[in-house]
C-alpha cells in the first residue's frame, strides 16, 4: 500500500500577522526646524537647531519553525534523503531542478535540459548565480558535487540512487552533460534531492570546512548550529531569485507532537513541521492555525527478502502476506484523508503521462484472510509460519489486530 506522502506544515497565522505588524510600525515623525531670517547674523557659540529624531530600526521579520529531527552535522552528503535536516540543508542549497508545491519538476540552478541520446543528459546551467561567499555559480560546481557523491570511499546513499549516472562533463561554463551507463528517464525527477556544493570553497577548506561553514546559493545563509537544538539562518542579499521577504529563519528541535503544537498554540513558533495524522483534527479546529498540504512523492511499503532462502523467497508466501494485510483498514485507520492507497513502490505522479497505465494495471491487493491461510499451507514453510507471528493476525478478526500488526501500509512486491 503506497500513498503520497504529504509533508504537513501548520502556520500561526496570528503571530505571523503581529510579526508583520510589528516590523512595519510608523516611525516617530521628524521635529521641524524654523529657519533663522536672512537678515539676522547667527551669533557665534548660538546653539544648532535640534537635529530630526532618527526612526527606530525595523524589527526584524523572524520565522520560527519547530521540527520532530534535526541533522548531527551541516553535512550535504549525509543528510540526502534524511527527511528535516535535507529540508535545513535545501534552505542553505539549491538543486539543479526540483519538485515544487504541486509536484511538477521545475527549473531551478538548471535553466533547461534536454536527453541528447539515451544516456546523454544535458542541462543548461543559469547565470549570474553567486554563492553565499561571493563567487560564481559555474559548470564546475555541478561535476565537483557529483564527483563528490559518487566518491565510493565516502560511501554516500547517493551512491545507489544515483548509481547510473557514469560521469559528468563540463561542456562550458554553463552546459554540463550527465552520461549515465544505462537509459535514466527519471534523473531530472530524482535531482530535486541533489544539492549543489560549492568546487573551489571546497578545495580550499576541504569537505569538513563546508560542513562547519555551509556555503551554497539558496535563499538563507548559515549564522549558527548547535546539534540537538537549533538552527540559525539569515536571508542571502544576492540570492539569484530576489531576497526573500524573512530577515532570520529559526529552526527548533521539538521532538514531542504535543509539545510543538502547544508552541504553536502559545506562538512561540510559527511553524509546526511533521504534524501526526491524529492531530490534524486538533489543529484544523483551532481558528488562528492552518494546515497546509504539500506533496511528496513517497511510499511507505513492506520490504521482503528474496535474495536468501529465507520464507520470503516462496511466491506463495508474498501473496499470502498481502491477503492476510488489511491495507484499506490501514489507510482508513492511520492515514485518511492523507494520501491514497497504491498497488506499487512508484506513484503515479512520478511519471504522470502514464498515470492511467500505473493506477489500472497495480491495483491493491485484496483482503483475504482464508485464501491467505491457503496459500501458507501450500508453500514449503507451513511449518515455520504456523510458530510465527502469522498465526495470531490471520486468525484474529480484529482491524486492530491488522493495523498493529502491519503499522505501515503494504505494497505487494
Not at 580550499?204 to 546539534?227: A, R
Not at 486468525?395 to 486492530?400: D, G, H, K, L
Amino acid at each position: 500500500m503506497c500513498r503520497n506522502r504529504r509533508w504537513v506544515l501548520v502556520a500561526n497565522v496570528v503571530v505571523a500577522a503581529v510579526m508583520v505588524l510589528t516590523a512595519c510600525g510608523t516611525p516617530a515623525p521628524p521635529i521641524a526646524e524654523t529657519p533663522a531670517p536672512a537678515d539676522t547674523p547667527v551669533a557665534e557659540g548660538t546653539p544648532e537647531a535640534p537635529a530630526a529624531t532618527p526612526a527606530p530600526p525595523a524589527e526584524k521579520k523572524v520565522l520560527t519553525i519547530a521540527t520532530s529531527a534535526g541533522a548531527t552535522a551541516m553535512s550535504v552528503g549525509e543528510s540526502y534523503g534524511a527527511g528535516p535536516a535535507e529540508i535545513m540543508l535545501t534552505e542553505m542549497y539549491s538543486h539543479l531542478a526540483f519538485r515544487n508545491h504541486d509536484g511538477e519538476i521545475v527549473p531551478e540552478l538548471a535553466t533547461s535540459w534536454e536527453l541528447l541520446d539515451d544516456t546523454t543528459w544535458q542541462f543548461k546551467l543559469r547565470e549570474g548565480v553567486k554563492f553565499h561567499n561571493g563567487e560564481d555559480f559555474t559548470a564546475d560546481d555541478v561535476k565537483y558535487s557529483f564527483d563528490l557523491a559518487l566518491d565510493p570511499e565516502r560511501g554516500w546513499v547517493t551512491l545507489t540512487t544515483y548509481e547510473l549516472v557514469e560521469r559528468v562533463e563540463v561542456v562550458d561554463d554553463y552546459t554540463v552533460d550527465i552520461i549515465t551507463s544505462a537509459p535514466f528517464p527519471d534523473l531530472p525527477f530524482f535531482l530535486g534531492q541533489f544539492l549543489i556544493m560549492p568546487d573551489q570553497f571546497t578545495q580550499e577548506v576541504g569537505y569538513e570546512g563546508l560542513v562547519e561553514d555551509p556555503n551554497g546559493t539558496g535563499p538563507f545563509k548559515f549564522v549558527e548550529f548547535v546539534p540537538g537544538d537549533y538552527l540559525k539562518l539569515e536571508a542571502f542579499d544576492d540570492y539569484w531569485d530576489g531576497r526573500v521577504n524573512i530577515d532570520e529563519v529559526l529552526w527548533r528541535l521539538i521532538p514531542e507532537p504535543a509539545t510543538r503544537i502547544a508552541a504553536l498554540q502559545a506562538g512561540e513558533v510559527d511553524i509546526a513541521a511533521q504534524l501526526p495524522m491524529d492531530l490534524i483534527s486538533v489543529v484544523e479546529d483551532d481558528p488562528n492555525l492552518y494546515v497546509d498540504y504539500a506533496y511528496e512523492l513517497m511510499c511507505l511499503q513492506l520490504w521482503m527478502d528474496t535474495l536468501t532462502d529465507s520464507p520470503c523467497s516462496d511466491k506463495r508466501v508474498r501473496q499470502a502476506i498481502d491477503y492476510g494485510i488489511d491495507k484499506k483498514a490501514i489507510w482508513e485507520g492511520l492515514m485518511a484523508p492523507v494520501g491514497r492507497l497504491n498497488g506499487q513502490v512508484l506513484t503515479p505522479d512520478v511519471f504522470p503521462t502514464s498515470s492511467r497505465r500505473l493506477t489500472t494495471q497495480t491495483r491493491p491487493g485484496s483482503f483475504w484472510p482464508k485464501r491467505a491461510m491457503q496459500m501458507v499451507w501450500t508453500s514449503r514453510y507451513r511449518r515455520w509460519w504456523a510458530n510465527t507471528w502469522w498465526t495470531e493476525m490471520v486468525a484474529s478478526s480484529s482491524r486492530t489486530s491488522s493495523l498493529t500488526l502491519a503499522s505501515t501500509s503494504l505494497s505487494m512486491l
